[in-house]
């Protein structure tokens, strides 16, 4: 994607979503932090399933905590790996407790140093609850931002470092959402659906697929 393509492309995408949310149903920065943990290799459909019945009865680190690994298991057993995530999240809600004051950091180094919170979680937290630029790269974006020329890379890191250099600053607080969302719906895996792309005369891909003329 040509550099002069790229705030065109963002525009179109702000244009037909001015405010994009992320799909998980929360209603504080811990069940946000919980939901996306709990996300990993699972869809935000069945997280919200999961979570709707355990954020009424553990809707902070100390009622999760008391709920203990075997219960926080039977709640989340419908996502994949519900095992090893509920031992992460128990013992998570431990460390906001004793190293927190029970509250979820700023910071991503005090994120990523809890269980089961890895860069692409520290940065939807840091980017959703807290309003930092940062990409979340998921496969979702990894896919849209190789495919379109936006942004290539081999790795998530690679393309979350490129995003952070080629999305312009007024775009990049909403940026992840509205590549997420683009992947999720419209440039999917197997069958992108190019002729319903309203950024297609910008993409790589979808240039060179439009008709002559």
Same mark, same amino acid.
């Given at each position: ?57 553990? $809707? ?43 509250? *979820? ?11 089961? *919170? ?9 980017? *959703? ?37 080629? *999305? $312009? ?22 069958? $992108? ?13 979808g240039a060179s697929t439009m008709?002559?003329?």
């Amino acid at each position: 994607m040509k550099p002069e393509a790229v705030e065109a492309f963002f525009a179109t995408l702000a244009a037909a979503n001015p405010r994009p949310q992320s799909e998980l149903e929360y209603t504080s920065v811990f069940e946000l932090l919980v939901a996306v943990l709990l996300s990993a290799q699972a869809t935000d459909v069945s997280v919200n399933k999961a979570t709707k019945a355990l954020f009424a009865l553990a $809707p902070t680190p100390q009622k999760m905590a008391d709920l203990g690994v075997e219960r926080v298991t039977e709640l989340i057993r419908t996502i994949g790996l519900f095992r090893t995530k509920a031992k992460n999240l128990v013992e998570t809600c431990r460390i906001l407790l004793q190293r927190h004051d029970g509250e *979820v950091p700023r910071r991503r180094e005090a994120l990523q140093a809890l269980p089961g *919170v890895g860069r692409k979680t520290a940065n939807v937290v840091l980017n *959703v609850a807290f309003g930092e630029p940062t990409m979340a790269v998921d496969t979702h974006i990894f896919r849209v931002a190789n495919r379109t020329g936006l942004a290539p890379g081999r790795n998530p890191l690679e393309v979350e470092t490129l995003l952070l250099q080629r *999305v $312009p600053e007024r775009w990049r607080v909403d940026a992840h959402h509205w590549l997420i969302l683009h992947g999720r719906y419209v440039c999917l895996a197997r069958a $992108p659906r190019c002729d319903a792309c309203a950024v297609r005369r910008w993409c790589d891909l979808g240039a060179s697929t439009m008709p002559a003329g």
